[in-house]
């Protein structure tokens, strides 16, 4: 049973910076996982914002690239999430997902994704 807890969440002003965590258990030793961040603002869709392979080559979402940077260690099973130059409508849930990764393969959408953590929230005010 995968499980994924993130932390890391909280308030923050704007300009400032956060840095999200997720822990992640129960992978299948052997097996590889495709791993991002979602959010999710009341009344909006769930949309991803990062995402990282198994190998660790990252994507970003055009409204976030430069600001946020996704991590992972695959010896940990940890994935982080920097925030920079945090914005108002930054503020939302975030939830770690992941799904396992078959030929390299990493799909993007939500639907894609079978494990998934209760979120942390962030809040930028200012």
């Known amino acids: 049973q995968v499980t994924l807890v993130e932390s890391g969440g909280g308030s923050v002003q704007a300009e400032g910076s956060l840095r999200l965590s997720c822990e992640a258990s129960g992978f299948v030793d052997g097996s590889a996982y495709c791993m991002s961040w979602f959010r999710q603002a009341p009344g909006s869709e769930r949309e991803e914002v990062a995402g990282?392979?198994?190998?660790?080559?990252?994507r970003y979402a055009d409204f976030v690239k430069g600001r946020f940077t996704i991590s992972r260690d695959s010896v940990k099973n940890m994935l982080y999430l920097e925030i920079e130059r945090a914005k108002a409508e930054d503020t939302a849930m975030y939830y770690c997902?992941?799904?396992?990764?078959?030929?390299?393969?990493?799909?993007?959408?939500?639907?894609?994704?079978?494990?998934w953590g209760q979120g942390t929230q962030v809040t930028v005010s200012g």
């Open positions: 990282v392979r198994s190998e660790g080559s990252p």
């Open positions: 997902a992941a799904q396992v990764e078959y030929g390299g393969n990493c799909y993007k959408s939500r639907h894609a994704f079978s494990y």
